[in-house]
Structure formats: structure tokens, C-alpha cells
């Protein structure tokens, strides 16, 4: 398949990244005194390195040269900046696949599992699996920018995913994937956009209300931790709201302010995104298990360059600011056939196995939500879930798609 439009290689300029190093050797440093355990946030040591080799030793392109080994274009969709890539299918009948990133994802993130769904033959799957991948940066986020649209959310994007899928490109029907915020934006296309689709493979497994309500900037919902919890369960009711009670508050109460301190300085970008990609990855306190100074510096880098951080945060003050209302009221909310990967990593408190998680989704009143067909729970990965455990991911959406080409 050919597009009516050209390619348009990723390129950051050589005065962006000269601008990018001055700011980083120019940083200004807190004492951070009393951080060595990491109580407070990002240790000034760890950080300072990374920044170190932000600035004098990564190399952004050799990174730029990956992203351009598949095709990449940049769109208008009504309006809406629009940057994605692509890799044709390599089989008798590749399925269009449109993937959704999340909040500090990139679009590279899929970077680990494209080759494996275009081409399944060349890691020794079946060939009539093949998927043509179709990869965009959320709108606001890396380089789907500038974004001057200022209501942009989730289930907004699910829109403008619809119209690039059907009517820019012109297929009459695709598959979708998502993790994190992105799989709402795959869920939201599986209600409203059932018909078109074939089907649709999420982690989390969320209710599209997920962000309604005034207080939906509290992870607590404020509920107390039930009295005469036992401590396993005290503990990861603690540690779940510790990994994500931060930036969720920040972002949906005040992602302008925010946003002037972390547009500004990259060691102040790099410091905030970092905190997630330790905390939220199955790193066991080593974030560099997962993501190599290479690889953090690349996202890290797509943020910067593309100027994304403020549009980006903004979607969390926008999904509760402009709330989900159905399109229908048919159950299940999300009719399209849908798979559903989780991780160890990431089950509830009071949930020790992949087969307890399973249950515990099932028990819940999320469960009714989706028309699930494929749900697998894998005991290693954790949020960033095709980048850390790719060839499994790979498999669970093979999986979901078999029987509905």
C-alpha cells in the first residue's frame, strides 16, 4: 500500500540540540541532602550522570537514524498534528494495526514488537499474522506538535485515531493495541467504532469512566486503608499509591504549572520522567535493566524535541475537564472483541499470581465492560509492557487476532 502524501523523516535540527546540551551543562542543582535512599525522588547522583551524558556523550543521531529505518509521515487530521510510522505487513493478508502509546511512553516504545507483528515469519511465527503497523505519537505528545488544539484527551484522540485510520489512509477496517492512557484510547475506539474494527488488545483493562468525577485526581478515590488490613496488603496499598499518586495529581490539577519548569530545563524534563520509568518498569531498583542511558536519553529526547511535555501532561486535566460520556448504551461497553494482557508487576493488593489477576479482573465489575476473548497475566514486565517483555506482548496479540481476520 502506497500513500497519497511523502514520507517525512524524523530530523531535529543541529540548533535544537545544541541548545539542548548548553541547558543541560548549565544545570542549576538542589542539594537533594539526606536523598541517598531515594526517599525524597530522583537521586541528584544518579540524575547528575545521566545528565552528564545527555550532554556530552549520547549520541540522539544514531537514535534518529533507527527511527528513520521505517517510514515516517506527518499528517493533518482535522486539524490535529498528527506524526506516525510505519512497517508494511509481511504475509497473504497483513490486518492494519494502529498501537496507542501512554504518559511517559513514546511512540518508540513499540519500537521492540513492530518488526515482530509486520514480519512474523523472520522470528519464526506464521506469516498469515502479519500485521501492517501503523505507530503515531498521541497528539501532544513527541512530534504531534505543535498542538494548538487545548481540549484534547483520550477519548478525543480515539477520534482522530478513526479518521487517520479510515479516511487518511483509507482502510476499511483495523485492529488497535494500547497500553496505559492508550489503552483507553483503544477501548474508547472498540465502544464507539466497534463495527470498523476487528477486534483490540489492552493492558490495564480500565473503565472508559476512568477519569470522571471531582476527585478523580486522587488515586484513593478517598477510601481509607481498611482497618485491620494485613500488613501485605497495607504495604501494596502504599506502594501502588506512591508510584502513581504524584504526577497523577500534578497533571490533572495543574499541568500549565508544571509545565513551565519542565519545558524550561531538561535536567528538570528528565528528572520527572525518570522518576516513572524506575518506578512503574520491573526493574528491581535498576533502572538501567530495562532501559539502557540510550534508550532513556531517546525518549527523553523525542520529548524534548518535539517540545511535548506541557500538551502531553495536559491530556490528564483534559480527560477529567471534558468527561467520557458513552455512544451508546449497549453492554458490553466495548462490543469489539478485545484481549487483555497484565503482569505480575501490577496486580492489586492482595493478588500474588497471573491466575489470581485473572480472577480478580473477572470478579470486578471492569470485567462486564469488555467483550474480553484472550486474557493472559505474565509473571515478569511491568507497565511498559511490549518494550520490556516484547516477544510475549507479540504472542497474546497474535493470539487475539487469530480467528478475526
Known amino acids: 500500500m502506497t500513500f497519497p502524501f511523502d514520507q517525512t523523516p524524523v530530523h531535529v535540527t543541529d540548533e535544537v540540540l545544541e541548545d539542548l546540551r548548553a541547558r543541560l551543562r548549565a544545570t542549576k542543582w538542589p542539594l537533594d541532602a539526606g536523598n541517598d535512599d531515594g526517599h525524597y525522588g530522583v537521586r541528584r547522583t544518579e540524575l547528575q550522570e545521566l545528565v552528564a551524558y545527555w550532554a556530552d556523550g549520547f549520541d540522539w543521531r544514531a537514535s534518529e537514524s533507527a527511527i528513520n529505518s521505517y517510514e515516517n509521515y506527518?499528517?493533518?487530521?482535522?486539524?490535529?498534528?498528527?506524526?506516525?510510522?510505519?512497517?508494511?505487513?509481511?504475509?497473504?493478508?497483513?490486518?492494519?494495526?494502529?498501537?496507542?502509546?501512554?504518559?511517559?511512553?513514546?511512540?518508540?516504545?513499540?519500537?521492540?514488537?513492530?518488526?515482530?507483528?509486520?514480519?512474523?515469519?523472520?522470528?519464526?511465527?506464521?506469516?498469515?499474522?502479519?500485521?501492517?503497523?501503523?505507530?503515531?505519537?498521541?497528539?501532544?505528545?513527541?512530534?504531534?506538535?505543535?498542538?494548538?488544539?487545548?481540549?484534547?484527551?483520550y477519548w478525543k484522540i480515539a477520534d482522530v485515531w478513526h479518521a487517520l485510520m479510515t479516511g487518511v489512509l483509507g482502510h476499511d477496517r483495523y485492529a488497535a493495541a494500547g497500553n496505559d492512557v492508550g489503552a483507553l484510547v483503544t477501548g474508547q475506539l472498540g465502544h464507539k467504532y466497534a463495527d470498523e474494527l476487528y477486534g483490540i488488545h489492552i493492558g490495564s483493562a480500565l473503565k472508559l469512566s476512568f477519569f470522571t468525577g471531582d476527585r478523580?485526581?486522587?488515586?484513593?478515590?478517598?477510601?481509607?486503608?481498611?482497618?485491620?488490613?494485613?500488613?501485605?496488603?497495607?504495604?501494596?496499598?502504599l506502594a501502588v499509591e506512591r508510584q502513581f499518586a504524584v504526577h497523577l495529581s500534578a497533571h490533572m490539577l495543574a499541568p500549565s504549572t508544571l509545565a513551565y519548569g519542565l519545558s524550561d530545563s531538561p535536567a528538570g524534563l528528565l528528572a520527572w520522567l525518570l522518576e516513572r520509568w524506575d518506578k512503574w518498569s520491573d526493574d528491581g531498583g535498576d533502572v538501567e535493566s530495562v532501559f539502557s542511558k540510550d534508550e532513556l536519553l531517546t525518549h527523553a529526547t523525542i520529548f524534548w524535541a518535539g517540545d511535548s511535555i506541557e500538551t502531553?501532561?495536559?491530556?490528564?486535566?483534559?480527560?477529567?475537564?471534558?468527561?467520557?460520556?458513552?455512544?451508546?448504551?449497549?453492554?458490553?461497553?466495548?462490543?469489539?472483541?478485545?484481549?487483555?494482557?497484565?503482569?505480575?508487576?501490577?496486580?492489586?493488593?492482595?493478588?500474588?499470581?497471573?491466575?489470581?489477576?485473572?480472577?480478580?479482573?473477572?470478579?470486578?465489575?471492569?470485567?462486564?465492560?469488555?467483550?474480553?476473548?484472550?486474557?493472559?497475566?505474565?509473571?515478569?514486565?511491568?507497565?511498559?509492557i511490549p518494550w520490556e517483555i516484547p516477544a510475549e506482548w507479540t504472542d497474546d496479540v497474535r493470539r487475539t487476532f487469530r480467528d478475526l481476520r
Open 74 to 153: 506527518r499528517v493533518d487530521v482535522g486539524g490535529v498534528p498528527v506524526h506516525f510510522l510505519r512497517k508494511a505487513g509481511v504475509g497473504p493478508r497483513p490486518v492494519p494495526l494502529i498501537l496507542s502509546h501512554g504518559w511517559p511512553w513514546t511512540f518508540w516504545h513499540w519500537s521492540k514488537v513492530i518488526d515482530r507483528l509486520a514480519d512474523p515469519a523472520a522470528y519464526g511465527g506464521d506469516p498469515a499474522d502479519a500485521f501492517d503497523v501503523i505507530v503515531p505519537s498521541l497528539p501532544g505528545f513527541g512530534f504531534s506538535t505543535p498542538l494548538e488544539r487545548p481540549d484534547m484527551n
Open 312 to 384: 502531553s501532561i495536559r491530556t490528564y486535566a483534559n480527560n477529567n475537564r471534558y468527561p467520557w460520556t458513552p455512544s451508546h448504551d449497549r453492554r458490553p461497553v466495548v462490543e469489539t472483541p478485545t484481549g487483555i494482557t497484565f503482569v505480575d508487576y501490577e496486580n492489586p493488593p492482595g493478588v500474588r499470581t497471573g491466575a489470581e489477576r485473572i480472577a480478580n479482573f473477572l470478579a470486578s465489575d471492569r470485567a462486564d465492560w469488555y467483550n474480553h476473548t484472550n486474557i493472559t497475566c505474565h509473571p515478569r514486565g511491568g507497565h511498559f
Open 216 to 237: 478523580a485526581w486522587d488515586i484513593t478515590g478517598g477510601r481509607a486503608i481498611p482497618s485491620g488490613a494485613p500488613e501485605e496488603v497495607r504495604s501494596r496499598i
